[in-house]
């Protein structure tokens, strides 16, 4: 479940040099990788680069399936000076594990909320190790806030929209409509609980 | 094997912050999620905890610590992937004791305690859950860069700006524990980390394996500094919604699989070459088999009937070829390992049709029982791939009411064309077939389900069925697998539920499949029986692709030779996999010698995988089969039973409502079969 989007193609090829082997994940079936543009860039880099090989494979991330692969495709790597690969990072480091030879990124990475629940969920968790949501009506300051307040709104907030991202909604509007619809808004009375950061290792 | 790292990633809050943050509650249900990304081993136990009583070790630690204090639990439930917003729902809405309940106490990482938080949301005024309030009795820990589908040491912290190729592969934001993205802080001794002296200095690793790949000279940190600004928050929504908006478009689940029916799209409907021996199953149907109706040495015509069925669900057979009956044996069959008794008849080619072969006369001059009776002679069966003899589905019970009729050419099955074609080139048969269908079942509603990858088929039939338009009504439904099946379209199209366990006519509908519409037409028009159909023949490693109308009892071997072979069958990296049906719910044929039956929907030789299906790895609990599956099942649940053979427990996890749609299998990152396993189980269940 990560998502990628490609990178831009200066910094791609900037450090890569010789012959280059592409390798591209198909796997994390239905989650968001940008196959349209990989392979309008891959047909632009063929025509730059010399290319030895272009492979597809699912689930990078998988070791074992990886190493047989690899294995199979030894002679086709072996002629390669870079290898791109066309993956999340963890694909990318299980080849880059595999093979002696410098691996390039042609993907960033990206985190998207729900992401430890796997569905994709609009809710979020930042995994802080001290859960708050028994004093917030459930809805996470965390990740609900920008600013990741524990102590109530920042005063920022317009119309209910967040003063840093006006696409995002205000958590602790939300908090408090939710901490009021349930009568219990006089939690936000209490001590504020403080956040302890060694819990993030 | 590598060992896979448990990722557990929450755990109980102390006694004391779970005694006060309940201090003024009583009546507490307690919900806990089976975690994610956990070897399957611990379950077992756990549910048969769970069975006993509805505890589980962390359930039953926290109920001590509320009873301790004079608080009455009102129950436990153990749920898989809490955070499993849909499937939460509708495990929570069964448990009638939810009304005695005042709040509850969920055991989950933040996502699960939110989900069932929003739960409670609902302004459902019979939801049991309405505005209690959600405790969580958990904190989440962090594990960063645990992501991914296999968990191995690799990590990736998902930060939106990849370094790796700067870093030789290792990145330096989940390994060192500082995140440096500049170089080493100089705190490390002997390579391990000042923070943390289990840890590796990540910086140390990074240099090595840079000066091993010999590209340390070169080696300058270029933007050595971490953009936190992406990815924003916008950028992050907008893939979170769209991720849900497509898990939930027309019906929940289902996926998104290549088509490639571009290979064989606009190739129209040829005929294939007549065969000169056909092999005909007498088992061609959902139901017991056939008893011949010829000997060997008989002289047979087209369309003579030569095996009748004994049973209520049955589909008789016919000749396809006019000729001489030289064998009456054991055959192989596309459905079956063990081979099927079969008729085989060498053709005269000559094609003399056999006397009982009339037009039955016209549309408007037939009663639905004289429509249903020719349907039963013709040994038409649902030409979709489930081979459900028609007729039967015609005769609903008497005290169902059926008020709607779909036509189903959604196809959503990848590579296949056939019913588009049949759609596009035989648009009047399918309308009249349509129309005779609809007659026999008397009812006034129709409606032609055709996803929008299909507009020439769209507006082929929107055109011949426009004098119909008051009674028929063409939906245009967006892509997905499994569309087509019966479930799906009547959900999306009536927004009716049909009943687990149930069929389409509980809830007053009849689905069949255009095919079926056009050998209705067929029967009636001609008279002929269903002794050919259209086969898509199709795949990467098919020379040329094509749609054939083709007769009963043609061998695969003569269609994919008839299509150019397949490509580089002798050469380096030919191994081809063939397939009865498309990718997703195609049988696999070990045999090119098998003939063409009435569900043969296509004929698809792909490359064969590069990785064997044996080497299929123990389930690592990712919940992407639970995300998916349209039927709302527990796959990896069930798969692990599966291989325990525990037959039992998986019929109580419903796995009798599993409609074969290969979902799971398709996204499954450990490559199981998990289709094949659940086919034996429902065997199993029926036999006992």
């Not at chain 2, 009249?432 to 039939?461: D, S, T």
């Not at chain 2, 796959?635 to 290969?662: H, R």
Request: proline share 4%; glycine share 8%.
């Amino acid at each position: 479940m990560l998502i990628t989007e490609l990178k831009p193609k200066e910094e791609v090829i900037a450090r890569t040099k010789g012959k280059v082997l592409l390798i591209q994940c198909e796997g994390c079936r239905e989650v968001f990788f940008p196959a349209e543009q990989v392979n309008k860039f891959k047909q632009e880099l063929k025509n730059s680069t010399t290319i030895t090989d272009d492979i597809t494979w699912d689930y990078l991330c998988n070791h074992e399936y990886t190493k047989i692969r690899i294995e199979n495709s030894k002679q086709k790597i072996m002629l390669a000076d870079s290898i791109i690969i066309f993956s999340c990072g963890v694909g990318l480091q299980v080849v880059s594990n595999l093979i002696s030879k410098p691996v390039f990124p042609g993907c960033n990475t990206l985190y998207v909320n729900g992401f430890q629940g796997l569905t994709p969920n609009q809710c979020d968790c930042a995994q802080c190790g001290d859960c708050f949501l028994n004093y917030t009506a459930s809805i996470c300051p965390i990740t609900t806030c920008s600013k990741s307040l524990l102590n109530g709104p920042c005063g920022g907030a317009k119309n209910g929209k967040c003063e840093v991202d006006k696409e995002m909604d205000c958590g602790w509007e939300k908090i408090y409509k939710k901490l009021e619809s349930l009568g219990r808004a006089d939690i936000l009375k209490g001590v504020v609980k403080l956040r302890d950061y060694t819990k993030v290792i | 094997m590598e060992e896979l790292i448990n990722y557990t990633k929450f755990v109980l809050k102390p006694k004391e912050e779970i005694l006060s943050s309940l201090k003024d509650e009583d009546n507490i249900f307690i919900l806990s999620c089976g975690k994610c990304f956990k070897e399957f081993k611990e379950i077992p136990a756990r549910r048969q905890l769970a069975l006993a009583g509805g505890k589980e070790p962390e359930c039953e630690e926290v109920a001590k610590i509320l009873s301790e204090q004079g608080k009455r639990i009102v129950g436990c439930l153990p749920i898989d992937f809490l955070c499993n917003r849909t499937l939460t729902e509708k495990i929570i809405s069964q448990k009638k004791e939810f009304s005695i309940t005042n709040c509850l106490a969920v055991i989950s990482c933040g996502i699960g305690i939110q989900t069932v938080a929003e739960l409670t949301d609902k302004s459902r005024k019979d939801f049991y859950l309405r505005d209690k309030p959600v405790y969580s009795a958990a904190n989440s820990i962090y594990q960063g860069g645990y992501h991914g589908m296999a968990l191995y040491e690799e990590k990736c912290a998902a930060c939106g700006n990849c370094l790796l190729g700067l870093t030789g592969g290792i990145c330096p934001i989940v390994k060192c524990a500082k995140e440096l993205v500049n170089g080493p802080c100089g705190g490390a001794k002997n390579g391990k980390c000042e923070v943390d002296k289990t840890k590796d200095c990540g910086w140390q690793k990074i240099y090595e394996r840079i000066r091993t790949l010999g590209i340390i000279e070169k080696f300058e940190m270029v933007s050595p500094y971490r953009n936190y600004l992406i990815p924003d928050f916008k950028t992050r929504n907008t893939y979170n919604i769209s991720l849900r908006e497509k898990r939930y478009r027309n019906f929940y689940g289902g996926v998104y699989p290549y088509e490639n029916k571009e290979l064989s799209k606009n190739r129209s409907i040829t005929s294939a070459p007549e065969p000169e021996r056909v092999v005909i199953p007498l088992l061609q149907h959902t139901g017991l088999i056939c008893e011949p109706l010829v000997k060997v040495g008989d002289k047979v015509k087209v369309g003579q009937k030569i095996g009748e069925g004994v049973s209520y669900i049955s589909a008789s057979v016919h000749s396809s070829v006019s000729g001489k009956v030289v064998a009456i044996e054991p055959q192989n069959h596309p459905c079956t390992k063990e081979k099927v008794m079969s008729i085989v008849i060498v053709s005269d080619g000559q094609n003399i049709l056999d006397g009982s072969i009339k037009p039955k006369g016209k549309l408007e001059n037939l009663s639905a029982e004289q429509i249903i009776e020719i349907v039963k002679q013709a040994g038409i069966v649902g030409l979709g791939g489930a081979m459900f003899p028609t007729y039967v589905k015609l005769k609903p019970p008497a005290d169902k009411k059926i008020d709607v009729f779909i036509l189903n050419g959604a196809e959503c099955e990848p590579y296949l064309t056939a019913d588009e074609r049949v759609m596009i080139e035989r648009a009047e048969d399918v309308i009249y077939g349509m129309k005779a269908l609809m007659k026999a079942l008397g009812v006034e509603k129709g409606y032609i389900a055709i996803e929008e990858n299909k507009p020439e088929a769209i507006e082929k039939l929107r055109v011949t069925s426009y004098e119909l338009r008051d009674n028929v009504e063409i939906v245009e439904l967006k892509t997905k697998y499994p569309q087509g099946a019966e479930r799906m379209l009547i959900k999306k199209i009536l927004n009716r539920e049909v009943p687990l366990g149930g069929l389409p006519f509980d809830v007053g509908v009849v689905v069949n499949n255009v095919g079926t519409a056009v050998a209705v037409a067929e029967a009636i028009k001609t008279g002929l029986p269903l002794i050919k159909r259209v086969v898509t023949v199709t795949g990467e490693k098919i020379k040329n692709p094509a749609n054939l109308e083709v007769k009963i009892g043609t061998s695969f071997k003569d269609l994919v030779n008839f299509c150019g072979g397949i490509l580089n069958e002798n050469t380096e990296g030919g191994t081809y996999l063939l397939r009865m049906g498309g990718p997703m719910m195609g049988l696999i044929q070990e045999i090119l010698d098998v003939p063409v039956i009435k569900g043969t929907t296509g004929i698809l030789v792909t490359s064969a995988k590069d990785i064997k299906l044996d080497l299929s790895r123990p389930c690592i609990k990712c919940g992407r089969c639970v995300d998916i599956c349209p039927m709302l099942l527990n796959p990896s649940s069930l798969g692990f039973y599966a291989e325990k053979e525990n037959w039992q427990e998986m019929n109580t996890l419903d796995v009798m409502n599993c409609i074969e749609c290969g979902c799971c299998d398709y996204i499954c990152p450990a490559k199981r079969s998990l289709v094949e396993a659940f086919k034996l189980a429902k065997k199993k269940i029926k036999c006992s």
